[in-house]
């Protein structure tokens, strides 16, 4: 299990392998729960999910289209 995040808005940087190269990502505590319970739920790791919205998000910065499809994810659950 992981550690406790900590508070929501805190901003937190993880390395990651996508598509076959190494980064980092910053994001807040929250978007990166949200990313791994997305994750979870399509039963692929964090990375695996990452290289697929990577692989979508044309010109936009990766941070950026993680926290937008998070959204979109959040706003499709919440239509029903």
Do not use: C, Y
């Not at 508070?7 to 993880?14: E, I, S, V």
């Not at 695996?48 to 994810?73: C, F, T």
């Amino acid at each position: 299990m992981a550690a406790p995040a900590g508070p929501p808005g805190r901003m937190r940087k993880h390395s990651l392998t996508v598509a076959g190269h190494s980064t980092s990502i910053s994001l807040e505590s929250a978007f990166w729960d949200a990313l791994r319970d997305h994750a979870r739920e399509r039963g692929l790791s964090v990375a695996a999910l990452v290289a697929e919205i990577d692989a979508e998000r044309g010109e936009a910065n990766l941070s950026s289209a993680l926290r937008v499809h998070l959204l979109q994810i959040f706003r499709d659950k919440a239509r029903g």
